[in-house]
């Protein structure tokens, strides 16, 4: 049991501490807040207070990049939570742990974390679906900005920036190339005023997608070189992945096929060993207009096959016409049973209920 004495903060003064690092922090004063809030760790009193620090510390340190730190401070939170013996704080504190892990590409560990959490009383769960809806992945972000700009005041420009990076990664798959410019020169900017080392590397990333949409390969290649340098440091290797997709694009632009193969098999390396199944599927598909390109029917035809094997194992097709989900712009729908269906296939079916598993499904969602 922890005993106070004249060193240790109390509840009010650990409370003061907590909004005084999320003030500095919210100005762009980040080694300030830490500083802050590390003190408030070290002397607080309050378990409850901890708890909050602790989530202001992991939140801080998942911004900058530092995933080693943020799982540290996860793994601490647990035992805060079991302290304070309050389920509410115990599957908070196991959810910020799979995302420590999932951010050090942990995955295993990740969905043990999150099925911890789906056995804890009213925890509640979201499903988010890497299909090809362009317009609805647009309408999110805007949405989010809109928010910021309507009721945001006070609050991290990292919200902002956020928004505009996903609205630039929309727009950019729309074929709307300036907006999408517009949008990640905002993030980016916001980015480096924060020292947000992870959305610099997504930005640098996007940057380079735009020039590659736009056939100007030769300015591409160095911002995927700064979006790798970055990923690599902050050990983003999902990343890593969608840097070297990119890279090999640009090689296909300019029928360097066999340099295209090279990068497709150092990011099948990190692939495999992530065991990231959707890089796996977008790997094969290259593969296969490279090998059709050469004229290596036998090639070609063995990662015909594996992206088959990818979409079956991933189900990533429709549940009814049974055309694959992701290859192209499909607007999308998903039922709350979670079953998802082009949009078109549910209109024409005419029934109320899930064609799959027959659930009643009156008000469907949106992937």
């Known amino acids: ?7 240790e903060m109390g509840q009010d003064q650990t409370k003061q501490q907590i909004e005084k690092g999320l003030h500095l922090y919210q100005s762009n004063q980040t080694e300030k807040a830490l500083r802050v809030w590390m003190r408030v760790l070290e002397k607080s009193a309050d378990p409850a207070g901890r708890f909050r620090v602790l989530g ?5 340190h998942a911004e900058m990049g530092r995933y080693k730190d943020m799982l540290k401070f996860a793994v601490v939170q647990i035992d805060t939570a079991r302290e304070l013996e309050d389920p509410d704080y115990l599957t908070e504190s196991y959810l910020n742990l799979a995302r420590s892990n999932e951010k050090l590409c942990e ?3 990740t969905i043990s974390y999150c099925k911890t959490c789906l056995n804890m009383q009213g925890t509640t769960v979201s499903l988010q679906l890497n299909g090809q809806d362009y317009e609805k992945a647009l309408f999110f972000p805007c949405k989010a900005a809109e928010l910021v700009n309507d009721y945001g005041k006070g609050w991290s420009l990292k919200y902002r920036a956020m928004s ?3 609205m630039a990664v929309a727009y950019r798959k729309l074929g709307r190339l300036a907006d999408a410019m517009d949008c990640c020169e905002e993030s980016m900017k916001i980015a480096l005023q924060h020292g947000d080392r992870p959305l610099q590397a997504l930005c640098l990333l996007c940057f380079a997608d735009i020039h590659r949409s736009r056939k100007d390969v030769q300015t591409a290649f160095p911002r995927y070189d700064s979006s790798m340098s970055i990923m690599t440091e902050i050990g983003n290797r999902l990343g890593l992945i969608q840097v070297l997709l990119g890279v090999t694009k640009c090689w296909m632009i300019q029928k360097e096929l066999d340099k295209a193969l090279e990068s497709i098999e150092k990011a099948q390396e990190l692939a495999e060993g992530l065991g990231n199944k959707l890089g796996l599927l977008k790997l094969h598909c290259l593969c296969e207009r490279i090998y059709r390109t050469k004229g290596q029917q036998r090639e070609l035809r063995d990662h015909v096959v594996k992206f088959h094997e990818c979409v079956e194992e991933m189900e990533l097709y429709c549940g009814m016409c049974g055309e694959s ?3 192209k712009n499909n607007q999308l ?3 709350p049973c979670s079953h998802f269906f082009h949009l078109k296939c549910l209109q024409t079916d005419g029934t109320r209920g899930c064609p799959n598993c027959r659930r009643l499904s009156v008000k469907p969602g949106y992937v």
Request: aromatic content about 16%; some cysteine; proline content about 0%.
């Open 325 to 327: 989900i992701g290859e």
């Open 1 to 7: 049991m922890r005993l106070f004495n004249a060193w």
């Open 333 to 335: 729908q998903a039922l």
């Open 164 to 166: 505009q990076y996903h």
């Open 56 to 60: 202001c510390l992991i939140t801080a």
């Open 107 to 109: 995955f295993q560990k």
